[in-house]
């Protein structure tokens, strides 16, 4: 199906272990993006790329990091994870003359114990 | 330092009535805004947006509005239904990224 997707759509796990959320898209997108979302602080950038091998870091990046070996693919690993990382995670893709315009994933929502 | 701010977290609107979210923003450099929508359980989805050359951008029930000189945009949406209950942000274009505000949850009712 075209579109994206994204994996795990919840997980629980606890402090200090690694969790990789996996992010697919179908439509051959350039740019994608990593959110996150938490109640008062709306959607907040944690990394983004904008073609394969080209990845930056957004407002939130620390405790997080990304690769991009694939255009269609974007995952998003927590190397450590921390209990103030649960959150619900948004992926999003978007073209190059219209990155503005993300299409976003389904979400994925993260629970550190 | 918030770069685009939803002062109102929530909004509750009769339906059939208007109903109008607010968006600030702090940098003049911004030229293209946008409104995304979210349901619980979904990514947001792209509503509408509006370049900076104009004040105003219509589509069917929902139209923005952007005061470049107060830096404020906003929705509003004629009349309102029941299925334009969802949070809705603002978002202004940066460098190659969005910056999204808090979010404003809109229930209509019936």
């Known amino acids: 199906d075209a579109g994206i997707t994204q994996s795990p759509r919840y997980k629980i796990t606890e402090t200090g272990r690694q969790v990789t959320l996996m992010c697919h898209q179908t439509?051959?997108?350039?740019?994608m993006f990593w959110y996150r979302q938490d109640l008062g602080h709306g959607l907040r950038l944690i990394y983004y790329?904008?073609?394969?091998?080209?990845?930056d870091k957004g407002e939130v990046p620390d405790g997080y990091v990304v690769s991009r070996s694939k255009t269609e693919n974007f995952p998003l690993t927590l190397e450590s994870a921390t209990r103030s990382q649960t959150s619900v995670y948004f992926c999003a893709s978007g073209g190059l003359d219209s990155y503005n315009e993300q299409f976003f994933g389904p979400g994925t929502r993260l629970t550190v114990l | 330092d918030q770069q685009v701010k939803q002062n109102s977290p929530s909004l509750s609107v009769q339906e059939g009535r208007i109903s109008i979210l607010n968006c600030d923003y702090t940098?003049?450099?911004?030229?293209?805004f946008l409104w995304y929508k979210k349901y619980p359980a979904e990514g947001p989805t792209f509503l509408i947006s509006i370049s900076s050359i104009k004040d105003k951008n219509e589509d069917g029930r929902f139209t923005v509005f952007l005061n470049k000189s107060a830096k404020h945009l906003s929705l509003h949406i004629v009349p309102s239904q029941p299925g334009d209950s969802a949070v809705y942000f603002c978002a202004v274009q940066g460098a190659q990224k969005l910056v999204f505000g808090q979010g404003t949850r809109l229930t209509i009712n019936p």
């Open positions: 790329s904008a073609a394969a091998d080209i990845t």
């Open positions: 439509w051959s997108h350039s740019y």
């Open positions: 940098n003049s450099m911004f030229d293209y």
